[in-house]
C-alpha cells in the first residue's frame, strides 16, 4: 500500500519492495498505494489512492472506484493482504495474493475484548477473498497452515518466504561483539521483556539493539543494553556482520527478514518459536529456537555468542542465498508466466 519508493522500513515493506525490483525488470507495474502524489517512473505507474495506510476500508472503497472508472489495461492482479482483492472480484482478471501473517493475530492484540466481534466478521471477508483467489502464496509454513486451521479449504502454489539483499562476503576471523536485535520497537516485538531481563541475567555480553519506536522509553537507563536508534538497511548489516549472534523474542512473526539477514552475513540466531525460526534452525549452523523469553533465554543467548564459531559464518551465507530476492521473485514468476500464457 504504500509508495514504493518512499524510504520506509518493516517487514512487509522490504518484501514488497524487493519483489518490485524485479518485477518492474520484466513487467510493467501499476501501483496503487498510499503516498504524497501520483507519479511515473520507468517502468512503474504509481497511484495515489490514499495519503496514508491505516484506513484498509477506505482504501479498498477508492480502489474499487479507481479500478470502475479507470481506463488503464492490466493483465493480472497481485495483492499482499487477501481483501485488497475485494475491490476486484468483478474485474475477470486472474488475482494473486501473498498472505504475509496469521491475520488475526494484529486484531486481537489492538481490539482486545471487541475482537471476539469484529474477528468473526473478518473471517468471513478472508474466506470470501481465499475462496476468489486465483493463487495463494503464504510466506511460510506456519502462515500456511494458520489459514488451513480456519479454511479446510485452503490451497495454496508455493511457499514465498522473506527475501534478502546477497551480501558480498563474510570474513571468518573477524572479531565479533555483543548480541544484537534488529526491529520496530513495539509491544509485538517483546523487547521490553527482553530488555528487563537481559539488564537482570546477563553477565558476559551486552544487548545492541537497532531500531526505533513506542517501546524505547522502557529501554532507558539499563548498562547492559546499548540503543543504537534506527539505521539504514546497510548500516543494520554492518552491525549484523559485526556481532556475535542475533536475537528475536517477537509473540508473532510470518517469515522474519531479520534471521536471513543474520545468516547471510554470516551470524547465527537465537528466537522464540515464530514463523520459520524452527525451519531455518534445523538447517543453518549455531542456531537455536527456544519455547520461551525469560531468563534461560538470556542464558541460551550468551552461552551460544560465548561459544560462536568461525566456520559457521561462510555456511550459513553459502545457503542463504536461497533467500535472495532474485531467488523467491522467480517463484513468483513462474506463476505470472503461466497465467500470461492462458
Not at 549484523?240 to 547465527?268: D, F, W
Request: glycine content about 6%; some cysteine; aromatic content about 12%.
Amino acid at each position: 500500500m504504500m509508495d514504493p519508493l518512499r524510504d520506509e522500513s518493516g517487514g512487509g515493506v522490504m518484501y514488497v519492495k524487493n519483489l518490485l525490483k524485479h518485477q518492474v525488470s520484466d513487467y510493467d507495474v501499476i501501483f496503487l498505494g498510499a503516498g504524497n502524489k501520483s507519479y511515473i517512473d520507468k517502468n512503474i505507474t504509481f497511484i495515489r489512492i490514499t495519503k496514508r495506510s491505516k484506513n484498509y476500508v477506505l482504501f479498498n472503497v477508492k480502489v474499487f472506484l479507481w479500478n470502475l472508472f479507470t481506463k488503464k489495461h492490466y493483465d493480472f492482479i497481485h495483492v499482499h493482504r487477501s481483501y485488497f482483492i475485494l475491490p476486484f472480484l468483478f474485474s475477470g482478471k486472474p488475482m494473486l495474493v501473498t498472505l504475509h501473517g496469521r491475520t488475526f493475530d494484529v486484531v486481537r492484540e489492538n481490539a482486545g475484548h471487541l475482537s471476539r466481534f469484529l474477528i468473526p466478521i473478518f473471517k468471513y471477508i478472508e474466506r470470501l477473498s481465499l475462496r476468489k483467489a486465483t493463487a495463494l502464496f503464504p510466506v511460510s509454513e506456519v502462515v500456511a497452515e494458520s489459514f488451513l486451521e480456519k479454511h479446510p479449504f485452503f490451497k495454496y502454489k508455493a511457499l514465498t518466504p522473506s527475501m534478502i539483499n546477497n551480501w558480498p562476503y563474510v570474513n571468518s576471523n573477524e572479531e565479533r561483539d555483543g548480541v544484537l536485535f534488529v526491529g520496530r520497537l513495539e509491544k509485538i516485538k517483546r523487547i521490553a521483556e527482553l530488555g528487563n531481563l537481559w539488564e537482570k541475567y546477563a553477565d558476559r555480553e551486552t544487548l545492541k539493539i537497532v531500531g526505533d519506536g513506542p517501546e524505547k522509553r522502557l529501554l532507558k537507563g539499563y548498562s547492559k543494553v546499548q540503543l543504537l536508534g534506527r539505521l539504514s538497511n546497510l548500516e543494520t548489516l554492518e552491525e549484523m556482520r559485526k556481532s556475535k549472534l542475533v536475537v528475536l523474542c517477537s509473540y508473532s512473526e510470518a517469515s522474519p527478514t531479520v534471521l536471513k539477514e543474520a545468516l547471510i552475513t554470516g551470524t547465527s540466531f537465537l528466537s522464540t518459536d515464530v514463523g520459520d525460526a524452527k525451519m531455518l534452525s534445523e538447517v543453518f549452523k549455531g542456531c537455536l529456537v527456544v519455547p520461551e523469553l525469560d531468563e534461560n533465554f538470556v542464558s541460551a543467548a550468551e552461552n551460544l555468542a560465548q561459544t560462536h564459531n568461525p566456520n559457521f559464518a561462510k555456511t550459513n551465507h553459502e545457503l542463504a542465498k536461497q533467500f535472495t530476492s532474485k531467488e523467491i521473485y522467480n517463484r513468483y514468476r513462474k506463476h505470472y508466466e503461466d497465467i500470461l500464457c492462458d
